[in-house]
């Protein structure tokens, strides 16, 4: 069974930065595609960021340019930097674990879910 558990999420203005990290457990986390997906109250869950195994990353456009998800194989840890912050970017974010998938895969097909770090953004 795979465990995953994310940290770094809180409270921060517009414009500042949040890291978050997320630790796998129970598979070979070098082979498997990591990501990040959040969810804005009454909002669908959205891909933000993923990273396959061999380094390849995806963006959702809104996270293009202020984003930047990188993966610590030695460590078993995601993680996602986020700079320039918007009050939009205020959402439950969510690690997730797939064999293969891009922010365009669908939430519901993904087979493994972090609890969720909630990230809020005033202005």
């Known amino acids: 069974q795979v465990h995953l558990v994310e940290s770094g999420g809180g409270s921060v203005q517009s414009g500042g930065s949040l890291r978050l990290s997320c630790t796998a457990s129970g598979y070979t986390y070098s082979t498997i595609t990591m990501g990040w997906f959040r969810q804005a109250p009454g909002k669908e869950r959205e891909g933000v960021a993923t990273?396959?195994?061999?380094?390849?990353?995806s963006y959702a456009d809104s996270a293009k340019g202020r984003f930047t998800i990188s993966r610590d194989n030695a460590k078993n840890t995601l993680y996602l930097q986020m700079n320039s912050l918007k009050p939009e970017d205020t959402a439950m974010y969510y690690c997730?674990?797939?064999?293969?998938?891009?922010?365009?895969?669908?939430?519901?097909?993904?087979?493994?879910w972090g609890q969720g770090t909630q990230v809020t953004v005033s202005s």
């Open positions: 997730a674990a797939h064999p293969l998938m891009s922010v365009r895969t669908g939430w519901g097909m993904i087979r493994y």
């Open positions: 990273i396959a195994s061999d380094g390849s990353t």
